[in-house]
């Protein structure tokens, strides 16, 4: 027995190590984007006709994830309020913590609809916060997070020495890859369909 990497580990869940039939190339190459709560890695994989995974290069920020989404939705909510009840509460530990937990619920949700309510009662000094965030601004706060991820895949192509087109299938990993316009990047990128 030994240890395998991550990227490696969901080559073989998705069953691509057992994936090659008569009709396919000797190997294939599949670019593994997992992109988690708190860290981001891209791999590129080079998998044989008899399942052999080799790593061919990798990539990523260890402080890239769904919390970094969620600090910039609880900053941006931090803002409104700052503006709606010109109070500050970017220094209260607690009233942050709530902010996080909805602004959390809210990015989940919004992956299935476009527009969701952040509704938090006695937020600050006996103040309740409410708003509505849409798809559409989450998308436009988390943009250059969106294009770092992009940034990211380019460079682990680069390094494999790839093009795009070198590229047989895309496997994406991690709760943060169900981010609807995350996903519209990865698949303009890529022209594959992501599994």
Not at 148 to 172: A, F, P, T, W
Request: hydrophobic share 40%.
């Amino acid at each position: 027995m030994r240890l395998i990497n991550e990227p490696t580990s969901a080559a073989i869940a998705y069953g691509l190590d057992k994936s090659a039939d008569i009709n396919c190339p000797e190997e294939k190459n599949v670019l593994i984007f997992d992109l988690g709560g708190g860290t981001f890695d891209v791999s590129l994989l080079k998998i044989a006709k008899e399942g052999t995974i080799t790593v061919k290069a990798v990539g990523g920020d260890t402080h890239l994830g769904g919390e970094t989404f969620d600090k910039l939705m609880v900053d941006h909510c931090v803002e409104i309020f700052k503006k709606k009840e010109k109070k500050d509460v970017s220094d209260n530990a607690r009233a942050k913590m709530r902010l996080k937990i909805a602004c959390e619920k809210a990015k989940r949700d919004l992956s299935s609809t476009v527009q969701m309510p952040i509704e938090i009662d006695c937020l600050y000094e006996g103040i309740d916060f409410s708003t509505k965030l849409s798809r559409a601004k989450f998308d436009e706060i988390n943009a250059g997070f969106f294009n770092m991820c992009i940034k990211h895949l380019e460079n682990c192509l680069r390094d494999g020495d790839m093009q795009k087109s070198d590229v047989d299938d895309v496997v994406i990993v991690g709760g943060s890859t169900r981010i609807p316009k995350l996903q519209q990047m990865l698949m303009e990128f890529s022209m594959f369909q992501l599994r």
